[in-house]
């Protein structure tokens, strides 16, 4: 089923056939090994959000691939950051992508994993009072829950300073969640861009010019180059491009 403005792919294999869900989720699909995916939108002119939200650069194709890319994953890595800024609400999914998840062996819903240094976090938030599945918190050995944190959620302390990403992943893998899906913020994604552990970018480039002001997609401390090759383009009626780079 296509819905909405549809998505065609351009590269490679061109096609002017509109690709329906199926045909989306055999292209992001899952990897047979653990695997990193960062899903960003940006505008023409880099900047990552309009009137500091995402939602400004957002439309209903971008939204489409998104809701997708949650059903594919094991969970939802985001920044605490993000998840207060953004407003982020329990991490749900409709009956249909609930189905595929069941037919192919997943658990209904992804699990929430925040990474948080300090543990500013609200534990009446939506995102963690309303799951599904209890979240889980990646952050320092010494840091300190507000009250009712552990209530909602399980911490998993990885580093003294600071979060260890690399260590957090590897936890997170132990547990059966392999196929991660990281939606930000740029700090984050900077970080893990430095630790050399991102595998996969999925962006969607947004037809406009925000102008000077907002910041880019990643952030943070300065980190050697990553060559990520491009894997496909898609484009939708409304002039949205959809990159795909991923390591082999």
């Given amino acids: 089923m296509t819905v909405g403005i549809p998505i065609r792919r351009l590269w490679p294999e061109p096609s002017a056939q509109p690709l329906d ?3 989306l989720t055999a292209l992001y699909g899952r990897a047979d090994g653990p695997r990193l995916r ?3 939108v940006a505008s023409l002119d880099g900047a990552v959000t309009v009137d500091g939200y995402s939602a400004g650069l957002s439309g209903e194709p971008d939204k489409r691939v998104f809701g997708l890319l949650r059903m594919l994953c094991d969970a939802l890595v985001v920044a605490a950051g993000t998840l207060r800024h953004e407003g982020y609400r329990a991490v749900r999914l409709n009956e249909r992508r609930r189905a595929w998840r069941r037919e192919h062996g997943l658990a209904e819903y992804p699990t929430l994993v925040v990474v948080s240094d ?6 009446a938030q939506a995102a ?3 799951a599904p599945v209890r979240p889980i918190v990646l952050t320092r050995t010494d ?3 507000p009250p009712g944190l552990t209530d909602v ?3 998993l302390r990885c580093g003294a300073e600071r979060v260890d990403l690399a260590a957090g992943l590897t936890e997170l893998h132990r547990r059966g969640l392999t196929q991660l899906l990281c939606e930000g913020g740029p700090h984050l994604f900077g970080a893990l861009t430095a630790a050399d552990l991102v595998d996969e970018l999925c962006l969607t480039v947004s037809p406009l010019l925000a102008g000077p002001g907002p910041g880019r997609i990643t952030a943070g401390d300065a980190a050697a180059p990553r060559h990520l090759p491009l894997r496909h383009v898609l484009a939708a009626d409304d002039g949205v491009l959809m990159l795909r780079h991923a390591r082999p």
């Fill in 21 to 23: 869900d199926a045909a």
């Fill in 38 to 40: 960062v899903n960003f």
């Fill in 118 to 123: 300090s543990l500013a976090l609200d534990p």
């Fill in 128 to 130: 963690f009072a309303d």
């Fill in 143 to 145: 840091a300190d829950p």
């Fill in 153 to 155: 959620a399980d911490l």
